[in-house]
């Protein structure tokens, strides 16, 4: 079965450094390609960056300069790194599975999200 | 950076109803294009991908069309279960990017 679940701080003050974790089972980050997705309360989706399953990354250019994406394949974990973070970064955070096929670039399954608040 | 226009931004339907939801490329997408249902506090579920391909477990009520800039979900015999917000995703080009999002009720 497949599963993803993020951890990480729930409040974070501005300029400091976002870390989040997605621990994944039922399916290999070398096998997979992982995304980072994050939404704003109450508003829309916003593609953070991916994690391709050979190891190199692509990040959104509007955030690309503060961001950093990883991953632990011994343990099946992919890390999202966000440095100089504002309160326009508040919002859930999402690590999510891309699919199959010749453009798996959509995202079959989500994990729950985490929460993070950017005040002081 | 490739924009998704979506439609409408809500919508309201009585049980039993069909209902349509549209998005719009600013360019070409080729069918990379996946619509997602989000309920109230819970993460998105992949509902249609490459337009038209129903994820496993998606009930047929659910059914996506359209090819070049127009895509569109359609949900036939709409139930209660389908409160939701819905949205689309282009994934023909980086950075993928989402529709705004249709807020769908029942009346």
């Known amino acids: 079965q497949v599963r993803l679940k993020e951890s990480g701080p729930r409040l974070v003050q501005p300029s400091q450094t976002l870390s989040v974790t997605c621990t994944v089972s039922g399916f290999s980050v070398t096998s997979y390609h992982v995304s980072w997705v994050r939404q704003p309360p109450g508003k829309g989706l916003e593609w953070v960056g991916a994690i391709w399953k050979g190891g190199s990354t692509d990040y959104n250019s509007a955030l690309k300069s503060r961001l950093s994406i990883s991953r632990d394949t011994s343990k099946n974990q992919v890390f999202l790194k966000m440095n100089s973070l504002q309160t326009d970064d508040t919002g859930t955070y999402y690590c999510a599975k891309h699919g199959e096929g010749y453009n798996p670039d959509y995202f079959d399954y989500w994990g729950q999200g985490v929460m993070v608040t950017v005040s002081s | 950076d490739i924009q998704m226009t979506q439609s409408p931004a809500s919508l309201s339907a009585s049980l039993g109803e069909t209902v349509t939801i549209e998005c719009r490329a600013s360019e070409d997408i080729y069918n990379g294009l996946a619509w997602y249902q989000q309920k109230p506090g819970k993460s998105p579920q992949l509902l249609i991908y490459?337009?038209?391909s129903l994820h496993t477990g998606v009930p047929s009520r659910f059914s996506g069309s359209g090819s070049g800039t127009q895509y569109s979900l359609k949900i036939n015999s709409l139930q209660s279960e389908d409160v939701a917000s819905y949205f689309c995703q282009q994934y023909y080009d980086y950075p993928f990017t989402f529709g705004s999002g249709t807020k769908l009720e029942i009346k």
């Open positions: 490459n337009a038209n």
